[in-house]
C-alpha cells in the first residue's frame, strides 16, 4: 500500500484530538486508554508500511515550503517512539485508572508521541523546530499531571524555564544559519553551508549543542532531569527517558551534521560533554535513596553515552561513523526498551508499596516475583551484562571508539569503566529488591499488581532478552538509519 | 540593519537576566517571554531584510510566538498553583526549586 509520509502524524494528531473528546462525553478510565491505543497501532501500522523508507511530501505553509521526508531514520525513531508508547498506555489502563482527566492525559501522550516522530521525519530544520516544540510542551504538561501533589508542579516549573530556554536557543542557532544561508531544506543546506562565515558556524552550532542539550540532558543542563521523572507518573518517566531524550539526541544530531562542512568541529564538544554526562550520572546515581531517582540519574549517563557515540561518529566520519552511528541508534532504541521497563517496573512497586525508597522495598521482588525478577534483567542490562541488549550497544559503541582509534580509544575506556560504576548503584538496588533477608513492612503488605501492568513488563523482558541474543532483530530497523546518516553526514 | 540585531540580542539577554537573577516566579516568567519575543521579532526583522513578504522566516516567527503562547499560560497556570499552595512567588521559599 502506497501511503504518504505525513500518515502516522496525522493519525496521532486527529487520535489527540478525538481522544479528548471522548474522554470527556464517556468518562470511563479504561476505555478512553484503550481508545487512544487505537491511533498509536495504526499509527504503527502506518510505520511498518513504510519501511524501509522513501518518500518525501511537500506542503506549504503560508508560502513557505516545508518538507516531511520518509528516510531510514525516521522509520527508526517512529518504530521505537510508537511501540513505547503502546506498551506505556496498556501499562496505564491499570496505573493511572483513579487520576481524573485521563482524556487529556492520553491526549497529550499522543501529541507527545507525534512530536518525537516528526522530528525524524522532518526534511528541513523548520519542521525540526516546531516537531521538537511539539513534543516539549506535552510533556511539560504531562511532569505536572498530577497537579494536587507539590513535588509534579514544582519540578514542571523548573522543567518548563529550563526547556523553553533551551529551545529559544536552539531557534537562535537555526535562525543564525538560515540567516546566512537562506535555505533550510537538509538535503541541499549542507552545500548552502559550506561557504558559510566560520565564526557564525561555531555560535550556532553552540547555540544548537546547548539548545537541544536540554532535553538530551547533557550534563550542566540536567538540573531539570531528577525532579521532573521523580515526580512524573512512572509511565510518563518512562516515555521521557525511552522518547523525549532519544529524540532530543537525534534532533541535534541532524542539526549539526549539516554543520559539518563549515569546518566546526561539533564532535570534539560531543564527546567531552557525553563524558561528563557519563561520569556527573553515575556518581550520583550511587548516593541516590530514591528508585526513580536512581533511574532518573542513570539516564543522564545512558544519554552521555549516546552523546559520545554521535560525537565520534561526526568527528571521525569515514572512519568511525558506521559503528558509532550503528551504537547510538541502537542505543537508543535499547535505552527506551530497558530503561522505559525499569521505570514501569519502578512504577509497579510504587503503586502496590505507596512509596520509591529504596530502603522500604527490601524484599519486594519475593513477594511481586514478576515485577522484581523482571527489574532485575533491565537493571542487568542497563549495566551492560553480556547476554542482554545493553551489552550490544555499548559494544557497537566502543567498536567505533576503537575504529576512530587515538582519543576514540581514551573515550570508549571511559564508557566501559562507567558501565562498571554502574554495576555499583545497580547491584544494591537489585539486592535489596530480590535478595534482601528481611522484608520491609509495607513490603509485606504489598498488594498484587494487576494483569495490565504485567502484560508490557513481561514483553519488555522478552525485547530486552531478544535484542541482547539476537541482535539482527532490532538491527533491521537500526541499520537503514545507519545507512541514512552515513549518507546524510558523510556524502556533504 | 546591524543596530536592530543588536537589540534583539540585547531583549534575549535581558529575558535570560530576569530567569537567571530574580527571584520572583512571575519575573521569571515576563523574563522567558522577553525571550521568546525577541527571538520571534529577530525572524521577523530577518524575513524583512529578506525581502519577503509571508515567508519561512514569518512563519517560524508565527508559531515560535504560537509556541511561547501555550508555554505562558501553562507556566501562569502551575505558578497560581504554587501560590495556593504556598501563599509567595518566590522561588527561595519553595522547597525543591532552590539550586
Given at each position: 500500500m502506497n501511503i504518504s509520509p505525513a500518515a502516522p502524524i496525522i493519525t496521532l494528531f486527529v487520535g489527540a484530538l478525538l481522544t479528548y473528546l471522548f474522554g470527556r462525553t464517556y468518562p470511563k478510565p479504561k476505555f478512553t486508554g484503550l481508545f487512544s491505543l487505537l491511533f498509536l497501532v495504526i499509527a504503527l501500522v502506518e510505520l511498518l508500511n513504510l519501511y524501509p523508507g522513501g518518500g518525501r511530501v511537500t506542503y506549504s505553509l503560508w508560502g513557505a515550503q516545508t518538507f516531511l521526508e520518509a528516510n531510514g531514520l525516521a522509520i527508526f525513531l517512529g518504530v521505537v517512539a510508537v511501540g513505547l508508547g503502546i506498551l506505556v498506555l496498556i501499562y496505564d489502563?491499570?496505573?493511572?485508572?483513579?487520576?481524573?482527566g485521563l482524556g487529556r492525559y492520553y491526549a497529550l501522550i499522543l501529541l507527545m508521541i507525534a512530536g518525537a516522530i516528526g522530528i525524524g521525519f522532518a526534511g528541513d530544520l523548520f519542521n525540526l523546530f516546531v516537531f521538537f516544540e511539539v513534543m516539549a510542551i506535552p510533556s511539560y504538561a504531562l511532569v505536572a499531571f498530577?497537579?494536587?501533589?507539590w513535588e509534579p508542579v514544582e519540578a514542571a516549573v523548573k522543567y518548563t524555564i529550563m526547556s523553553i530556554s533551551g529551545s529559544l536557543l536552539a531557534l537562535g542557532g537555526i535562525s543564525i544559519i538560515f540567516m546566512y544561508t537562506g535555505n533550510l531544506d537538509l538535503n541541499t543546506l549542507a552545500q548552502s553551508a559550506a561557504n558559510m562565515d566560520p565564526g557564525m558556524a561555531i555560535a550556532a552550532a553552540g547555540l544548537i549543542i546547548a539548545g537541544f542539550g536540554v532535553k538530551v540532558a547533557i550534563v550542566p543542563l540536567h538540573m531539570w532531569l531528577p525532579d521532573a521523572y521523580q515526580a512524573a507518573p512512572s509511565g510518563i518517566s518512562a516515555l521521557l527517558s525511552g522518547i523525549t531524550s532519544g529524540a532530543g539526541a537525534i534532533a541535534m544530531l541532524k542539526a549539526l551534521a549539516?554543520?559539518?562542512?563549515?569546518?566546526?568541529?561539533p564532535g570534539v564538544v560531543l564527546i567531552i560533554f557525553g563524558i561528563i554526562s557519563m561520569f556527573v550520572g553515575n556518581f550520583m546515581a550511587l548516593v541516590q535513596k530514591d528508585l526513580k531517582r536512581m533511574l532518573a540519574y542513570s539516564s543522564i549517563a545512558h544519554m552521555g553515552y549516546v552523546v559520545m557515540a554521535i560525537g565520534l561518529a561526526l568527528n571521525y566520519?569515514?572512519?568511525?561513523?558506521e559503528y558509532a552511528f550503528r551504537g547510538a541508534s541502537f542505543h537508543i532504541l535499547n535505552h527506551a526498551v530497558m530503561k522505559g521497563g525499569a521505570f514501569l517496573c519502578a512504577g509497579a512497586i510504587l503503586q502496590s508499596i505507596g512509596t520509591s525508597d529504596l530502603h522500604e522495598m527490601r524484599g519486594i521482588g519475593r513477594k511481586n516475583v514478576l515485577v522484581g525478577v523482571a527489574f532485575a534483567f533491565f537493571a542487568l542490562a542497563l549495566a551492560g551484562?553480556?547476554?542482554?541488549n545493553g551489552f550490544i550497544s555499548k559494544f557497537f559503541i566502543c567498536k567505533g571508539g576503537v575504529d576512530a582509534g587515538g582519543w576514540g580509544i581514551v573515550a570508549m575506556s571511559l564508557l566501559i569503566l562507567n558501565s562498571a560504576i554502574s554495576l555499583g548503584y545497580y547491584l544494591p538496588a537489585l539486592n535489596t529488591i530480590l535478595f534482601s533477608r528481611d522484608i520491609s513492612e509495607r513490603a509485606e503488605k504489598a498488594r498484587p499488581v494487576s494483569a495490565w501492568i504485567c502484560v508490557p513488563i513481561v514483553v519488555m523482558v522478552i525485547l530486552t532478552v531478544l535484542l541482547g541474543v539476537y541482535p539482527e532483530f532490532g538491527l533491521k530497523i537500526v541499520n537503514p538509519a545507519v545507512q541514512y546518516l552515513m549518507g546524510f553526514a558523510g556524502g556533504l | 540593519m546591524m543596530p536592530v540585531y543588536v537589540l534583539c540580542a540585547i531583549l534575549f539577554l535581558t529575558g535570560i537576566y530576569g530567569v537567571v537573577a530574580k527571584k520572583n516566579l512571575i519575573k521569571i516568567i515576563i523574563g522567558i517571554f522577553l525571550m521568546v519575543q525577541s527571538v520571534a521579532l529577530l525572524l521577523l526583522i530577518l524575513g524583512y531584510a529578506a525581502g519577503e513578504v509571508g515567508g519561512l522566516f514569518q512563519t517560524i516567527g508565527l508559531i515560535t510566538m504560537i509556541g511561547g503562547l501555550a508555554v505562558m499560560s501553562l507556566m501562569i497556570v502551575t505558578a497560581v498553583r504554587l501560590h495556593e499552595k504556598y501563599g509567595t512567588f518566590d522561588i527561595s521559599e519553595i522547597r525543591r526549586l532552590k539550586g
Open positions: 489502563v491499570s496505573h493511572m485508572k483513579d487520576s481524573p498530577r497537579k494536587e501533589k549539516i554543520l559539518l562542512p563549515t569546518g566546526t568541529h566520519l569515514p572512519i568511525a561513523g551484562v553480556p547476554p542482554l | -
